[in-house]
Structure formats: C-alpha cells, structure tokens
C-alpha cells in the first residue's frame, strides 16, 4: 500500500502548561487541532512487485469514505476538546508528574445554563396532523454539531406548532472561542427517524459572566437538506454563563505587580527624535513624537516599495543599521524589507522570562549549596552569581537565505539590554577575607548575529553543526567589578583611564578576528565522539579499507546435546544489511570438539570501530525458514544471554547511520574532533556531571517517599473496604474467590507503554539478529557465542593465533564442566587506493582489493517474455539485478530495481585481486520462472589502475542497447611503516 502527496490543513492550538519555578519551565504542551483539520491524499496499492499501482481513489465513494473515515478519527483524538499531552519535565518527583498530568488536560471553563423556553411558527413536516416537536442541544464545534453522548433533549410536545417547554439545562464550557451551542428542533416519529424541523448554531464567545441573555433565534434548514427554502419558525432562549471559579495552576501566577518586567509599566517617555526620525516620519506622515508608536503598531512586515525609493532610505538601505532601534531611529525590519518581525517570539519570551529566572535562582542555588563544594579544588571555596533579571534579550527581526547545497544561513538581529547580572567568588575555605568577587552586570549588546547551519543530514537532529559570527560592528558596554577582599568596595574596571582606549583599540581587532564575519565560532550538535559520526564524517573512507582474516581452525568442549552438529556463524558489525555481512560454517557431525580450519575475510572501513560476533549452534543452516517470527520465542532464547544482547544492541547503535560522505567544513572538523578527543574532564564537566547524580539521587528519594505515602493510602483505603465488606457479611467463598480475582488481575499495558518499551529496543544488534535467523526461523539450538573486539588482539600484517572463552547459556552446562573455548587465526590487512598512472610502480604480482560501486542502468532491453515467444516483457513486470565476480569466481548479487532505468546505489569489495584480473558484470531480469539475460560488461583491472578512480558509464554487451554506470578504484595492501608515514 502506497500514500503519497499527504496534505494536512488545519489551525493548531498549542499551549504552554504548568509554569513554574524549576527547569525546565514548562512544564509540557497541550497540542490540539480548533477544528476538524482538511485531508488530502493519493492511496494506491500494489498486488506484487513489477505490478502497476491500482489508485484507490478511482474507486466511486471510497475517496469519501476514507476521508469521513479520518476526519472522525482524528476528531475524536487531537481535535478539541480532544488534545495530545507531551510531557516536557524529565526526570522529576511522581508528585510533581501527577501535578503536571493534571494541568494538561483540558479544564472546564464555566458552566453555560440554557433555559428552551417555547418556539413558533414551527414547520409542519408531518403529513397527517401537526408535528411532534422536541429541542435537542448541546455545544459543538463551529462546523460539527455536538457529541451524541453530550447532547441533551427536551420533553415532546404533541401536535403543536408554537411548543411552551420551560426547561433549563446545564453545559459544561471548555473554551468560549471554540465552542459554540447548537440547538436543533426534531419531530418526533413512531417509525424510522425523527425529522429535522430546522437547527442554529449560536457563538457563546460575547457572552458576560452572569448576565442572562434572552433572544428569539431563527431555524434553518440542514445543509444537506434541498428541499423547498421555508421558514423552519422561531425559537426562545435564555442563556446565562457562569465562569468556574478554581485557583491558578501556575505557582508564579501570584506574584507581586512589577515583580517582572512583563507586568511592570513602561516608561512612555523616550528621547527625541534624531533628524533620520524627523525624516522617517515625514515620509510615514506621521508626527515625530508618535513614530515609535506607529512602527510597534503596525502590522505591516516591511514598509512599501514606494518608500524604498525615497532618497532618504535609499542611503539607509546602503548600510547596515544594526545599531539603530526603535527609540532613536527604525527598527532593522522597517528598513530591510526580507527581515522579518519576531514580535511572537518576544512576547513569548517577556512572557516566561520571571518564570525562567525564578528557575535559575532555585538551580543556582542547588548548585552551590551541593554541588560545587564536592567538586572545588582542595581548600577552594567556590560560588556563582547569577541574577537574569526583568528585561529579556530581544530578537528584533530575522532572514533566512535559501543557499544551494547542504547549508542554511539565518541572520538575527538581537538586542540586549537588561539588568542581568553574572559573577563569581573564588576563596579559602580556612581564611573568609581572602575572597576574590567578578561580577559582569549592565549589558548592552545589539549586533546582528550570522549563523550557518551546516551540512545538512537526511536524518535526525538533521543539522551536524552550526557556526556563528557576527555581521558589522556591534555595539558592546558593560559593568565589570572586582572586589579583591570584603574588606574594601567593589572596583568598575571600565571606569578606570584609559581602559576605554584599551577597548576601542584592542577588543575591536580581537573581535573581528575570533567572532566577526567571515570569520566564525564553531558549535558541533552532533557527538563527534560517536563512532558512526566519525565514519560520517571521515573524508578518507573511500580511500582506505581494512580487511579481518578470521580463521576458524577448532572449537573443545562443546556442550554436549543428544546428537551435536555443530556450526558457526560469523557476523562482523558494520553499515551493510546483515545477510551481506554474515557467513557461515560446514556442519561437523556428532562432535563436541568440532573442527573446521575455514577461512572468512570481513571489510570495514576502521577496524577501531567494529566488533566480530561468533555464534555457535546445534542444527542445519539450510534448513527451511518460518515465514512469521514468535517475538516471544526470541525473548525466552535470549533472556540467559542479556549482556551479550546490550552489548550488541550498542555497537549496532554505533552504526546506525548510512556510510555516505558528507561535505563538512575542514576547520569546523579538525576543531570540534579534537575537542571531543579531549580525555580530562574540566571543572564544567564534573559540575554537570555531579549535577545529574545529585538531581537523580534527589527524584530516587522522592520517588521511594511518594510510593509510601500511596502504600499508606492503599492500605488504608484496603482496611475501609474490608470493613464494609465485613459488614455486608458475603459468603466466605465469595469473598475469597472476589479477593482472589482482583489480586491476580494483572494491569494491562497502555499503548504508549508498549511504544517506549519497543523505542528503547529499536537498535537490533548482530547477535540479536542472529538468534532471531538460527533459534526463531530456523529450528537450530544455540550452544556459544563470542563477542571479539578485533583492535585489542590485532596490529597491522601481523596474524595472531588464539584460543578464546565463549558464552554459554546456564542450561547447558554444569557448574563443575570446563568452559567452551574456540581457536582463532585473526589478521589484519590495510588496503589503499592506488593513484592515477602508477601502473608502472606495482608489481603486476601484487594483490589488492577492487571496490565497484553500481550507481544505476538506463534503456535497458526488454527480454522476451517467454522462450518460445515472440512477445517482450512488459515493463511493470521487470526487476533487474545485477552479478558482479572476478575471473569466474564468487558472484556477488545486488538487490532488485524496477523498471528499464534501476537504481541500485550499492558497493562491494573483492580481495586478493590481481591486476590482471577481469570484472565481469551480468545484468539480468527475475521471471516466474527464474531469470534472464539482459547483457554484460567486462572491465580490466589494470585500465582501472592506469586511470586512477574511474566513475563511468559502460554500455552492456549482447544487447541491442543499454548502459550501466559504475564508479571503480583498486586498492593496494599498506604496510606498517607506509600507515606510519
């Protein structure tokens, strides 16, 4: 089944819960669609593969019962009062989670009380007498109606046009903008359904607290009614709304007025306006006193084209105002028309920035009450000051440039200018007055910020790095005090002579070289210690391989089963699939001292950062496969084994990304590598570090109290119940067979359970797999394994011959037995690409490896479609492959394309290679009946030597047309003083 061109369309409403005074600040985000969102979508399926696609939305009213078929289903999940909880808190007490779970869900507003008081001039849709009519009501949505279970009926009036009912109902209100009453009047039938006389749907979002409302309402006819356009008649109601008076769930929500620069009021005095303002304002006609007013106002991004060709912003626009604001000039966003305003994310940010400071005074705190004296040099006293005050940074305007490549280049204009304060005291534990206290306060900072985001990756966190400088010269003053002893006041460095020529002259050039465009600070995302981002990273890969000789001579004292057939399997961790990396062994027969003396060679790019697994089984490896898996089975095999399957589960982690080279930036590389090299941990590490451990220590204690406090309740809650079942006095057997129940009724798991158990699984290691293939699919018994890090046995051209412990399950051997062992032959070889036209250099005698990477194939033949037929093979029913081998020795097998133009994008590697070799890649079809010839190529080695890396298109032989692209390179053996040099 195919869905493609998937569009959503909707407004989202997301809102931030639970704020309060720890980090992070939010608590989590309450996500909900206002209305039932539009759909669209092409579904086709596909009977087999090389069939065409049948469109299902070419089937008459099954596009319409799909889409009705969603549209309900997503509004019973995620559309209001429906709603999506994520939990942004980690890590936190169960006391304050519940708190949280609690502030998520959506809470009852008021009450809306409805009194139906009578209706006329009602339609008469009955064709015998007068209608039968009752009012139905109940709040919905704009567009939809009501709930069936939310909605609430009037009694019958019988035989009456102008009904008198006289009744009041009471509606729960979750929203006064996103609901709104429906009222519907039926006419009641004996038989079949009711009919619809008319219906309104009225908006509650004007209505005052406690003040009733008395309106006559029109009916109107259904929109799916086409009937005749009569009057439906009239209907009375009073509507009165009752607001829920219950306490605020933000514990900052009492905070004093002014206690935050969001509350407190602004100063409306402002300095006069320069004469750029006077001029801005006579081309915005305007008086210069209420310039500023009018750009906060305005809702307009940019100013006019008509005003860009004034000569006044003419000049402007030729220079970069990142000095200028709203007080003295125009905002960067008035003159710069791709600037865009970031008037929400400021607000958002005054909004939550007392509730973020209030956060950082409490982990301050944590941190130098706990954690810093753990982690202080001996006899040091340690202590930081921060103090984020009122006023948040600001983020005046923003442009993104679309670049070609793998980059994104934004460019924030940021102001700073606020009473945040930061320092730090460094003194003697044994002495207080030798106590040195920094502290930075008074902040002005307005520059434009230039951050690239680069490269991009085609997976997540989708950016390996970003680098930051900045654009034009910023505007930069501050307060710097250093009291060296209490014993005298504090010194302002920057009032002291001559420390402002000291900073014009020295910290501008300083600055333009280490932050100032073009050049740049460089922030990895990624974790360059991650052995996969290393091979992602890595711009010699393609130049370099390692090849593993594993050598499989015996294996002694083997459990000993009824009948031991014993065989290995070898997996070597890496990107590839892994039945391209897995080989397996002869069966030895009847033997618990099996041997083999059986050669396997592995490649891999770094052999530091790859693992062989050896697994040991009782059975046949050709047998017949099972074509479902028993995941319980699986768990049963692998539960005596479990640190062989998290050690596996790691190493396959590490080689979760694809092996594709990625354009990085070589100084941002070399830079963040070496960081990440770096083994001593500094005073900021063991901080955070010593954090975490305290923090969780703190959530454990929590935790343990909560758990008592609820055992407590349970037990008393336990106790009342038994009373009052004593009391009841049930019969003995009852009462027990009822106890016996609900103590052995287990609870059932929660989808979102079963989803973070199956998350934290979703890395299947080698082993994993392989037990899963030998002991699941296939009928075999597991009896060893060995986990071997080739890196601490091996060092370059020199073999090593070893016998190595294996891991056996409990079941199998007695505690008193000798454990298995298995002898090893283990070489490692190192292989380069061999530059163009160094033919002449190597000896036509040595060996190498040849690399060949199958790109794609093009107009390529149709073969017959029978032997004895005159008709070809239609094109939806083609699935080329390709054959790779060398001189006729082992084939090498791509995976199947479509079509007369496949893509394949696969590489293999062939040892012990002579130049005088020949590739030789077959092209063929698969058929129902096997496979067919389309045609071939045939590649010498030594032209691939001559020329260096060939990446080139050849056209296939014994055909009538046809070409295959494929890029090949030839890589030498490297011995350890060419490694060295």
């Not at 130098?368 to 940074?393: I, S, T, W």
Request: glycine share 6%.
């Amino acid at each position: 089944i195919e869905i493609k061109n998937l569009k959503v369309r909707g407004t989202m409403q997301v809102q931030l819960c639970y704020v309060h005074r720890e980090m992070p600040v939010v608590g989590g985000l309450q996500v909900l669609f206002t209305e039932d969102p539009v759909v669209s979508y092409d579904i086709a399926i596909r009977s087999s593969p090389g069939r065409a696609p049948l469109s299902l939305n070419s089937i008459p009213g099954l596009e319409t019962f799909i889409l009705r078929l969603i549209s309900v289903t997503l509004r019973d999940s995620v559309v209001f009062p429906n709603y999506v909880p994520i939990m942004l808190a980690k890590d936190i007490d169960p006391k304050k989670r519940d708190e949280i779970t609690d502030a998520l869900k959506v809470k009852k507003q008021g009450t809306l009380k409805v009194v139906v008081v009578r209706a006329k001039d009602l339609l008469n849709v009955d064709f015998g007498g007068k209608s039968d009519p009752y009012a139905s009501l109940g709040l919905g949505s704009r567009h939809h109606g009501p709930p069936k279970q939310a909605v609430r009926n009037t009694r019958t009036m019988n035989n009456n046009l102008n009904p008198v009912w006289e009744e009041e109902f009471d509606l729960d209100v979750f929203s006064l903008e996103l609901q709104q009453l429906w009222v519907t009047v039926y006419d009641k039938d004996d038989i079949g359904a009711d009919d619809k006389i008319g219906e309104d749907c009225i908006s509650i979002a004007n209505l005052e607290p406690r003040n009733t409302v008395e309106t006559w309402y029109r009916l109107r006819r259904d929109k799916n009614d086409f009937t005749i356009k009569k009057k439906r008649g009239m209907i009375l109601l009073k509507l009165t709304y009752i607001p829920e008076e219950q306490p605020s769930q933000c514990p900052l929500h009492d905070m004093p007025a002014g206690s935050s620069g969001c509350q407190g009021k602004r100063d409306p005095r402002l300095p006069k306006p320069t004469k750029f303002g006077k001029d801005m304002a006579r081309v915005l006609r305007v008086k210069p006193g209420a310039l500023c007013e009018f750009l906060q106002d305005s809702t307009k991004y940019s100013l006019p084209k008509k005003f860009i060709s004034d000569r006044k912003l003419r000049t402007l626009v030729g220079r970069l105002p990142c000095r200028l604001d709203v007080a003295r000039g125009v905002p960067i966003w008035v003159a710069y028309p791709n600037f865009r305003r970031c008037a929400f994310l400021n607000f958002l940010a005054t909004e939550l920035w007392p509730y973020a400071a209030a956060a950082a005074k409490n982990e301050l705190a944590f941190v130098n009450e706990r954690v810093l004296p753990d982690v202080a040099p001996f006899l040091f006293r340690l202590k930081a000051v921060l103090n984020m005050g009122d006023c948040p940074p600001q983020i005046e305007a923003i442009r993104v440039f679309d670049l070609p490549g793998e980059e994104i280049l934004a460019e924030f204009s940021i102001k700073v200018a606020g009473d945040q304060v930061v320092g730090g005291v460094v003194g003697m534990k044994f002495n207080p007055l030798w106590r040195v206290e920094v502290e930075l306060s008074e902040v002005q900072f307005c520059a434009i910020v230039r951050v690239r985001f680069s490269p991009l990756l085609p997976r997540f966190p989708l950016i390996a790095g970003m680098s930051i400088g900045l654009l034009g010269e910023p505007l930069f003053e501050c307060c710097a005090k250093i009291r060296p002893t209490p014993l005298l006041p504090g010194l302002n460095v920057m009032n002291l002579p001559g420390v402002g020529f000291f900073k014009s002259v020295l910290t501008g050039p300083i600055m333009a070289r280490a932050g100032r465009y073009p050049a740049m600070m460089h922030v990895p995302i990624l974790n360059l210690k991650h052995p996969a981002v290393r091979q992602l990273t890595s711009s010699e890969k393609a130049k370099e391989v390692d090849i593993v000789t594993v050598k499989l001579i015996k294996a002694t004292n083997m459990p000993l089963l009824e009948s031991t057939d014993c065989f290995c399997a070898i997996v070597m961790a890496g990107e590839g699939p892994y039945m391209g990396r897995k080989r397996l062994s002869t069966v030895e027969t009847n033997t618990s001292e099996p041997e083999w003396d059986e050669t396997f060679k592995f490649y891999c790019q770094d052999i530091n950062e790859t693992e062989l697994t050896l697994g040991f089984f009782h059975g046949d490896p050709n047998a017949k496969l099972r074509k479902v898996s028993d995941t319980a089975l699986l768990e049963r095999n692998l539960e005596p084994v479990m640190d062989l399957v998290k050690r596996s589960r790691e190493t396959a982690e590490r080689a979760r990304y694809n092996d594709e080279n990625i354009p990085w930036d070589p100084k941002f590389y070399s830079y963040a590598l070496a960081k990440s090299k770096s083994k001593k941990l500094s005073l900021s590490k063991k901080v955070k570090l010593r954090y975490k451990e305290m923090k969780a220590e703190d959530v454990k204690a929590a935790t343990a109290r909560y758990e008592e406090e609820r055992k407590a309740r349970g037990e008393a809650e336990v106790e009342e119940k038994e009373e009052e079942v004593v009391m009841t006095k049930p019969s003995p057997s009852k009462f027990r067979r009822s106890r016996t129940k609900s103590i052995s009724k287990e609870p059932k798991k929660s989808l979102k359970e079963k989803m973070k158990e199956a998350a934290q699984c979703k890395f299947k290691g080698d082993f994993e797999q392989m037990m899963e293939n030998q002991t699941v699919l296939l009928p075999n018994r597991h009896l060893a394994t060995l986990l071997l890090d080739p890196k601490e046995h091996l060092q370059l051209d020199k073999p090593v011959q070893k016998w190595f412990p294996l891991t056996t399950s409990p079941t199998l051997r007695d505690p008193g037995e000798q454990k298995p062992e298995v002898l090893l032959e283990l070489e490692w070889t190192r292989f380069q690409e061999v530059a163009s036209g160094s033919l002449g250099k190597i000896d036509m005698a040595q060996r190498g490896t040849l690399n060949v990477k199958v790109h794609s194939a093009r107009d390529l033949a149709k073969p017959k479609a029978r032997f004895f037929s005159c008709g070809k093979m239609p094109v939806s029913a083609m699935a080329p492959y390709v054959e790779l081998n060398i001189d006729g020795g082992e084939k090498r097998q791509s995976t199947f394309g479509r079509g007369l133009a496949p893509q394949f994008e696969e590489e293999f590697d062939f040892a012990d290679v002579s130049p005088m070799s020949e590739l030789r890649i077959l092209m063929r079809t698969k058929t129902r009946l096997g496979s067919r010839k389309i045609g071939y190529v045939v590649v010498s080695v030594s032209n691939v030597i001559a020329a260096g890396r060939v990446s080139s298109t050849y056209k296939l032989e014994g055909t009538k047309s046809g070409d295959i692209q494929l890029t090949l390179s030839f890589r030498k053996q490297v011995r350890p003083g060419d490694a060295q040099a």
